[in-house]
Antibody, heavy 122, light 106 residues
Framework: QVQVVQSGAEVKKPGASVKVSCKAS????????FHWVRQAPGQGLEWMGW????????NYAQKFQGRVTMTRDTSMFTVYMELSSLTSDDTAVYYC???????????????WGQGTLVTVSS | DIQLTQSPSSLSPSVGDRITITCRAS??????LNWYQQKPGKAPKFLIY???SLQSGVPSRFSGSGSGTDFTLTISNLQPEDFATYFC?????????FGQGTRLDI
C-alpha cells in the first residue's frame, strides 16, 4: 500500500535554512508528482509548489520563488523541500502530498505525509 | 490568485444530522473543486474531487455538488468520526488555493 513518511521536527533560527524529506513507498515512485503544502499554527493550508520525481522539474508558487528548492533522489524514493532565509512567519507544519494523476498533474492530493513541524525561533 | 470562501466557519451539529458546507470561488473554476477532511494533529484526507466524485474508500454519506463559483459538501447521517475541519481546494489554476476551513464541533 502507498505510504509517505516525512522527516522529523526541526527548530531553526531566523535566517537559517531547513530541508524536509518525504519518502514514498508502495507504488512506482517516478510516476507521480509531489506537492508541498504548509499550515501555520491554527491556520489554513498554503500550496508551495510541485516536483516531478521523474524529470526533476519543478514549479513554485510565486510567494516562495527564490527561497524554496524542491529536489528528489530517485534511488531513495525521496523528495526534498528546502526553504531558506527563514523567519518566524515560516513556523508551520510542512506536508508533502502526492498528485493523484500518473505521469501528469491534476492537483488532486491523494496521499499525504504525516507532516513536519518547523519552528523558527531565536 | 483565486480566492475560496467557505461558510460557515464553524458548525455544531449532532450525530445523525445532515449538514452542508459551502465554498464560493472568486471566479469560475468550472468543476475543479476538491474537498479534504482534517482532524487535529493529522494530515488532510482526500474526500471528493472534481466537485462531485467520491475518492475511493470514502463513505457514501459524503457528497459534493456545484460548478462555476458555488459548491457544496454535504454529509448525511453525521457520524462521530466526521467531527473535523473541512477544506475546499481549487485545482483550476496555479497557485492552488484552499478555503479557510469549516470546523465541525461536537
Amino acid at each position: 500500500q502507498v505510504q509517505v513518511v516525512q522527516s522529523g521536527a526541526e527548530v531553526k533560527k531566523p535566517g537559517a535554512s531547513v530541508k524536509v524529506s518525504c519518502k514514498a513507498s508502495g507504488y512506482t515512485f517516478p510516476g507521480y508528482y509531489f506537492h508541498w503544502v504548509r499550515q501555520a499554527p491554527g491556520q489554513g493550508l498554503e500550496w508551495m509548489g510541485w516536483i516531478n520525481p521523474n524529470s526533476g522539474g519543478t514549479n513554485y508558487a510565486q510567494k516562495f520563488q527564490g527561497r524554496v528548492t524542491m529536489t528528489r533522489d530517485t534511488s531513495m524514493f525521496t523528495v526534498y523541500m528546502e526553504l531558506s532565509s527563514l523567519t518566524s512567519d515560516d513556523t508551520a507544519v510542512y506536508y508533502c502530498a502526492r498528485d493523484m494523476m500518473i505521469y501528469g498533474l491534476n492537483y488532486y492530493f491523494d496521499y499525504w505525509g504525516q507532516g513536519t513541524l518547523v519552528t523558527v525561533s531565536s | 490568485d483565486i480566492q475560496l470562501t467557505q461558510s460557515p466557519s464553524s458548525l455544531s451539529p449532532s450525530v445523525g444530522d445532515r449538514i452542508t458546507i459551502t465554498c464560493r470561488a472568486s471566479q469560475s473554476i468550472r468543476t475543479y473543486l476538491n474537498w479534504y477532511q482534517q482532524k487535529p494533529g493529522k494530515a488532510p484526507k482526500f474526500l471528493i474531487y472534481a466537485a462531485s466524485s467520491l475518492q475511493s474508500g470514502v463513505p457514501s454519506r459524503f457528497s459534493g455538488s456545484g460548478s462555476g463559483t458555488d459548491f457544496t459538501l454535504t454529509i448525511s447521517n453525521l457520524q462521530p468520526e466526521d467531527f473535523a475541519t473541512y477544506f475546499c481546494q481549487q485545482s483550476y489554476s496555479a497557485p492552488i488555493t484552499f478555503g479557510q476551513g469549516t470546523r465541525l464541533d461536537i
